[in-house]
């Protein structure tokens, strides 16, 4: 038996076809996305396989998680893998320190190395890194 897409509300199916349309969406979830409107037109897997290039075996596991969860199924889920040693605020901190001009903040240079970046950080942020 062929695996089809379930009914849809329209809600759903409005959000479907604007995701699959997005071009500021993740391309991922784009490309799944894209997946399900095909076949929820009427075209068979390997069609949509051609037409996107990709493994007929993907797009119905796709397809299976879409059914079972709705959009939410095309999200990646958690991956393993070490946790991100500093967190999102204290990143966003240090790469808008990086990019701007020591001389801006009233420093005696014209550019940031590693250890001035730390140094600074450390005193002034409060923000403890470490080189690497």
Sequence with gaps: MALRVRSLTTEERSQLERLARSRT???RLVERAQMIW????????????????????????????FNDQGLAGL????RSGRKPTYPPEVVGEVLATAL?????????F???????????????????????
């Design 75 to 78: 999200e990646d889920r958690p």
């Design 38 to 65: 095909h076949l929820l037109q009427g075209e068979r897997v390997p069609a949509v396989a051609r037409r996107l290039s990709i493994d007929e075996r993907t797009i119905r596991s796709w397809l299976k998680r």
């Design 25 to 27: 969406a993740p391309a």
């Design 100 to 108: 701007t001009d020591p001389r801006a903040l009233g420093l005696p």
């Design 110 to 132: 014209a550019c940031w190395t590693i250890r001035r970046l730390e140094a600074y950080l450390n005193e002034v942020k409060g923000i403890s890194i470490k080189r690497s």
